[in-house]
């Protein structure tokens, strides 16, 4: 799998790309966890996610976002993150002009870049957010949410409380013409450290389901 380096706001963003062989296959975007608390595009929830759709026959990129690895920068509170975001999704259009769908997951941190991301980009026709931490970020920008999507949390989460994340999917579920699913997985904290495989086929099967009727 091909290192990249793309332009991003603020210098170049370091990558890894995955492509498929088909010219018309769908894309994905992997978004990782806080750099602040170690958080990179090699988190071991990033990694996972990111196989889990190019299985699914995704072109997949993930990176890191500014100030992180080999990309320039420095980390912005999300602000620069969200345009880190924009970009390489603009990146990632670029190779693969002619997919038939995009997607965007993201975990913890990675997962409110996502949904902001989500807002700005109305090609985006799914999403995937994984411990999202509706409790420490202000998610209330979702009004509404513009697609369909799955969010995944760990009932043992301390670091993402499953009561927020409720909150925020019951809040979203009110809303029409969208779908929203939620798992919740037994035992599993914020890091899925035993349930790692538990969480990817959850996407796995959401995605499979989704991707078989909408382009089936």
Same mark, same amino acid.
């Given at each position: 799998?091909?290192e990249?380096?793309?332009? @991003?706001?603020?210098?170049r963003?370091e990558?890894?790309?995955?492509?498929?062989?088909?010219?018309d296959?769908?894309?994905?975007?992997?978004?990782?966890?806080?750099?602040?608390?170690g958080g990179?595009?090699n988190?071991?929830?990033?990694y996972?996610?990111?196989?889990?759709?190019?299985?699914?026959?995704?072109?997949?990129?993930?990176?890191?976002?500014?100030g992180?690895?080999?990309?320039?920068g420095?980390?912005?509170?999300?602000? @620069? *993150?969200?345009?880190?975001?924009?970009?390489?999704?603009?990146?990632?259009?670029v190779?693969?002009?002619?997919?038939?769908?995009?997607?965007v997951?993201g975990f913890?941190? @990675?997962?409110?870049?996502?949904m902001?991301?989500l807002?700005?980009?109305?090609?985006?026709?799914?999403?995937?957010?994984?411990?999202?931490?509706?409790?420490?970020? /202000?998610?209330?920008?979702?009004?509404?949410?513009?697609?369909s @999507?799955?969010?995944?949390?760990? /009932?043992? /989460?301390?670091?993402?409380?499953?009561?927020?994340?409720?909150?925020?999917?019951d809040?979203?579920?009110?809303?029409?013409?969208?779908?929203?699913?939620? *798992?919740?997985?037994?035992?599993?904290?914020?890091?899925?450290?035993?349930q790692? *495989?538990?969480?990817?086929?959850?996407?796995?099967?959401?995605?499979?389901?989704?991707?078989?009727? *909408?382009?089936?």
């Amino acid at each position: 799998m091909p290192e990249v380096i793309f332009p @991003g706001p603020d210098g170049r963003l370091e990558g890894r790309y995955h492509p498929q062989k088909a010219k018309d296959a769908p894309i994905a975007l992997i978004l990782h966890p806080n750099p602040q608390y170690g958080g990179t595009m090699n988190n071991k929830v990033v990694y996972n996610l990111h196989y889990a759709f190019h299985r699914l026959g995704f072109s997949v990129l993930r990176f890191n976002f500014r100030g992180v690895g080999r990309s320039q920068g420095e980390f912005d509170q999300g602000i @620069g *993150e969200l345009s880190d975001a924009a970009a390489a999704l603009d990146y990632l259009q670029v190779l693969n002009p002619n997919a038939r769908q995009s997607w965007v997951a993201g975990f913890s941190f @990675g997962a409110w870049i996502g949904m902001q991301l989500l807002m700005r980009r109305p090609e985006i026709s799914g999403f995937v957010s994984v411990a999202p931490p509706a409790n420490m970020y /202000d998610f209330s920008f979702l009004a509404p949410c513009p697609s369909s @999507g799955l969010i995944v949390n760990g /009932d043992a /989460d301390r670091v993402a409380p499953p009561a927020d994340v409720l909150k925020l999917v019951d809040k979203l579920k009110t809303q029409r013409g969208i779908e929203i699913t939620h *798992e919740v997985i037994p035992s599993a904290g914020h890091f899925f450290d035993r349930q790692l *495989e538990d969480m990817t086929g959850l996407v796995e099967n959401y995605v499979r389901k989704r991707t078989q009727v *909408e382009v089936g």
